[in-house]
């Protein structure tokens, strides 16, 4: 089976770092993958990390330790628009564990 | 390019109907899944096919059925409906076999009551 934890809730001003961990324990790993969903829309990609370390993309970076289960998504100069939850899905080859997803609140 | 494309958008069924949902990948994408997203939770997968064989199954009672046809295009089955059915239906393609890089279509709104 799999086991997915992240924070349920998050908020954070303008401007500001928000940090939004996962950890997981998976039948099978190949991945972890990191998605945006707004409100009422589908989600959206963000990340994929394969290898341990941190992958950095614009104002996004994904952390992966694959030994120690853990991964997070690093979001960086907080603007309105990244209010939205945010899915951290490991995979197994065919299939993505979604967690529950984490609502970032991004206040002025 | 057109991204997944899903109808319909909206759907309300009653307990014990069948529903069926449709999806259609980004051209050129061979694999389609399936997933489930009841509110306030994280999409739960529900079937991949890639190349027409079915790849993998979650962990869904035999009520849902899925196929891929030739064109790649995917449908999602439904029987005897319950309440807990209610859900929005996310279907995702990708250009391989692996899930690496799955696109989601809009979803479809399924309603039962």
């Known amino acids: 089976g799999q086991n997915i934890d992240q924070p349920t809730e998050m908020t954070a001003t303008e401007g500001a770092i928000v940090q939004i961990n996962c950890t997981y324990q998976t039948s099978g790993f190949n991945g972890l993958f990191w998605y945006q969903q707004h409100a009422g829309e589908a989600p959206t990609f963000l990340s994929y990390n394969v290898l341990d370390g941190l992958e950095e993309k614009g104002r996004f970076s994904s952390f992966l330790s694959r030994s120690k289960g853990y991964s997070y998504l690093l979001l960086k100069e907080l603007q309105m628009k990244d209010s939205a939850s945010y899915l951290c899905?490991?995979?197994?080859?065919?299939?993505?564990?979604f967690g529950a997803g984490t609502t970032v609140t991004v206040r002025a | 390019d057109a991204g997944v494309t899903q109808s319909p958008t909206h759907l309300i069924k009653t307990r014990g109907q069948q529903v069926t949902l449709r999806c259609s990948p980004i051209?050129?994408?061979?694999?389609v899944s399936w997933y489930q997203q009841v509110l306030g939770q994280g999409p739960q997968f529900i079937f991949q096919?890639?190349?027409?064989?079915?790849?993998g199954r979650g962990n869904f009672p035999d009520r849902f059925s899925a196929r891929q046809f030739p064109n790649y295009s995917s449908e999602l089955n439904v029987n005897a409906l319950l309440l807990g059915d209610s859900a929005l239906y996310l279907c995702?393609?990708?250009?391989?076999?692996?899930?690496?890089?799955?696109?989601f279509g809009p979803g479809t709104r399924l309603t039962v009551t």
């Open positions: 051209s050129g994408h061979k694999s």
């Open positions: 995702a393609s990708s250009s391989l076999g692996k899930s690496y890089e799955q696109y």
């Open positions: 899905a490991p995979t197994n080859d065919y299939k993505l564990s």
């Open positions: 096919y890639y190349e027409k064989e079915e790849r």
